[in-house]
C-alpha cells in the first residue's frame, strides 16, 4: 500500500483543512480529535509522510516520541485523567481509518467506558477550550 497525499491529515498539515491546533512545530502537528473516544481525545501527527508505522523513517519516528510523551503529561494536567491509553492503528482490518501516521492518546476517567472509535463528533466549542488548556499544560 502507498501513501495517498491527498489523505485527510495531509489536507490538514498543509492547512487546507481547519483542525482544533494543540501545538506544531516542524517535526508533528497535535490536534483534537473530533471523535473523541473520551474527554481530550488527542492525536499528534509528525509532519513526515507515512501510511502508519510500518513503512514510517526510524528517524522520524524518534524524532516524534518525546513530543507524544509531552502531550501525555500535558493532557494528564489539563483534564484531570486518571489514566491514559496510548493507541495506533496500522491498516483497515486493524481499526485504522487516516492513512498518515497518528498517535491517539485518549484519557482515562476512572469508571467512565471509552466511546467508540471515530464515533460522535464532539461540540467545537468544547473542543477548542480543551486544544486551549492542553497548549497550556504543554
Ligand atoms: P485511525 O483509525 O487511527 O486512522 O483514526 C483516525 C482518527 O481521526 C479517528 O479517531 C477519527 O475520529 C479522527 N478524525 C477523522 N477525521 C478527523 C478530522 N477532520 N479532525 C480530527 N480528527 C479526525
Redo the contacts with the bound molecule.
Sequence with gaps: MSYDPDN??AK?LKGE?P??KVYEDEIALV???????SRG?T?IIPKAASRNLLDADPAALAAVMPLVQRVARALKTATGADGLRL???NEAPA?????HL?F?VIPIYDGVPLGA???SKADDAELAVLAKDIAAAL
Aim: glycine share 8%; proline share 4%; charged share 5%.
Design positions: 485527510i491529515f490538514i483543512l483542525c482544533h490536534m483534537m480529535d473530533i471523535f473523541p473516544q481525545h492525536l493507541v495506533q492503528f481499526g485504522q481509518t487516516v492513512f497518528h491517539h472509535h471515530a464515533g
